[in-house]
């Protein structure tokens, strides 16, 4: 069974795509996440997941792009920092 203590807190995932992701692109259809170019024309996005409805939107979003998926990993939690909780900003949302 799932940890329930950590359910509100957005995961951090790293999804491996078949194609080159243009920077501009990224920065706006993939909002927090960085794009990192591998070898043979295959990409590694990562960041942070607010919960596994945004998970599913974010692959769909993907295909919708024609990247084919070839892995997807949750690597933890991300963390929140001073700056997040002095603006009175909830994570959870990310």
């Known amino acids: 069974m799932a940890d329930r203590r950590n ?3 957005p995961r951090i995932y790293e999804l491996h795509v078949e194609g080159v992701i243009d920077a501009a692109w990224a920065r ?10 591998l ?5 590694l996005l990562t960041g942070p997941v607010a919960d596994q409805s945004a ?3 974010l692959l769909a979003r993907l295909r919708d792009f024609g990247l084919p998926l070839v892995s997807v ?11 997040d909780t002095s603006n009175g900003k909830n994570n959870a949302h990310a």
């Open 39 to 43: 070898p043979n024309d295959e990409s």
């Open 73 to 83: 990993r949750q690597t933890g939690h991300r963390a929140i920092s001073k700056e």
């Open 55 to 57: 998970l599913l939107g």
């Open 7 to 9: 359910l509100d807190r």
């Open 28 to 37: 706006y259809w993939l909002e927090g996440f960085v794009v990192t170019p």
